[in-house]
């Protein structure tokens, strides 16, 4: 089982250190200093970045990490031409060796287009950036209502037990918004009690994160009758203006 380190960098970013399996991995590279350190602190040597999606805060640290470290970096093939160079390149759907464990590429689009998560079954654990968050999900700044349900659909389908690690602490307005359309609900409200939001399992996310709650949200918006992806998209609208 690899070992997971949790690195917030910038103001709100996550990224995430794997260890296990003779190298180390690096989930998103937001900034190079803290990884750095992180790694200079256990002797560990970064072997690879995995990627999920082209947003600056989540790769513009890839420069300063490979001169650092020579690491490998490894992305979605399909959206090559708007990440830094890849020395290795998958797709939504293939499987790939990651610290030691058989990791899954899921197709993860919304947010952008060519978002990916990882998922490693074996170590339940799943990384989500700006897809599937704490209490949230990403705007849609490149998919539809239509694809950003499709992907937080998948990823609900996983085992409850599995860590959602998601790309940023969104939690104080994530968690004032659920409340927002779900004051009865005290999870919400338990959970903003706690620490760190990042990771917690999907069953967590399951009674806490609005985006999840479509079915229990539904009556609530007098939306009876209305699909599951209208009633999502009427929910990413108000978080929009929240």
């Known amino acids: 089982m690899p070992e997971l380190l949790t690195i917030r960098c910038l103001a709100d970013n996550y990224a995430y250190l794997l260890h ?22 256990r002797g560990w040597r970064l072997d690879r970045i995995l990627l999920t999606h082209h947003h600056a805060d989540h790769v ?37 060796a990651v610290a030691g464990e058989e990791a899954e590429i899921l197709d993860a689009p919304g947010h952008t287009i060519g978002h990916v998560a990882i998922h490693l079954p074996q170590a339940r654990l799943v990384f989500t950036a700006d897809s599937l968050m704490a209490m949230g999900c990403g705007r849609l700044f490149e ?26 602490d969104y939690a104080r307005g994530n968690g004032n918004f659920a409340l927002s359309v779900e004051p009865g609900n005290d999870a919400v409200r338990a959970r903003m009690a706690q620490g760190p939001v990042s990771p917690a399992p999907l069953a967590l996310e399951r009674a806490t994160n609005p985006f999840l709650r479509v079915a229990e949200l539904r009556q609530a918006r007098g939306m009876q009758g209305e699909s599951d992806v209208a009633v999502f998209a009427r929910l990413r609208a108000m978080k929009d203006a929240f």
């Open 143 to 168: 998919g539809t209502p239509a694809q950003m349900w499709a992907t937080l659909d998948r990823l609900a389908a996983l085992p409850n037990d599995t860590l959602i690690c998601s790309g940023h």
């Open 20 to 41: 296990g399996g003779g190298e180390t991995v690096l989930i998103d590279a937001p900034e190079a200093a803290p990884v750095l350190a992180a790694l200079a602190e």
């Open 60 to 96: 513009q640290a890839v420069p300063e990490l490979v001169a650092a470290t020579g690491a490998r970096v490894a992305g979605n093939r399909l959206d090559a031409a708007r990440l830094p160079p890849l020395d290795e390149a998958f797709a939504p759907g293939e499987r790939l």
